[in-house]
């Protein structure tokens, strides 16, 4: 790509709990990040959902409505959501309505090819 296109950039975040902190601090480091982020032209903030391990990202819907409340124009979206722990109606009523809030900015997946999210 020309300096002039050039390539988007995306932000993985798990919300990891560093050793000695908690899940607050690390919640807080999320939302930080993604202002940063968003400030140095990002396009895109995306988020996983992790059970049982160092990370505060076991609800990907959540972390995803706080991120966009603290921001203003990154899109923010799911890298993975684990249909295991949640029925598919539920992921898509609470990321439609995440949608409703935060017109344009949500994303469940990576269908964009601009998206700067690797390819499936």
Not at 49 to 61: I, K, L, M, R, W
Not at 83 to 104: K, N, Q, R, S, W
Request: net charge negative; no cysteine; proline share 6%.
């Amino acid at each position: 790509m020309s300096a002039s296109n050039p390539t988007p950039l995306s932000v993985l975040d798990l919300s990891p709990v560093s050793e000695g902190s908690n899940v607050a601090a690390a919640l807080h480091n999320t939302l930080d990040l993604a202002r940063r982020a968003e400030r140095f032209g990002y396009k895109r903030y995306w988020v996983a959902e992790h059970h049982f391990v160092a990370v505060a990202s076991s609800s990907p819907a959540v972390l995803i409505g706080a991120i966009a409340a603290a921001t203003d124009m990154i899109r923010v979206g799911a890298a993975a959501v684990q249909l295991g722990h949640h029925t598919a109606i539920a992921v898509v009523e609470a990321f439609g309505t995440l949608d409703a809030l935060y017109p344009g900015r949500i994303d469940l997946g990576w269908d964009d090819p601009d998206s700067g999210a690797p390819k499936r």
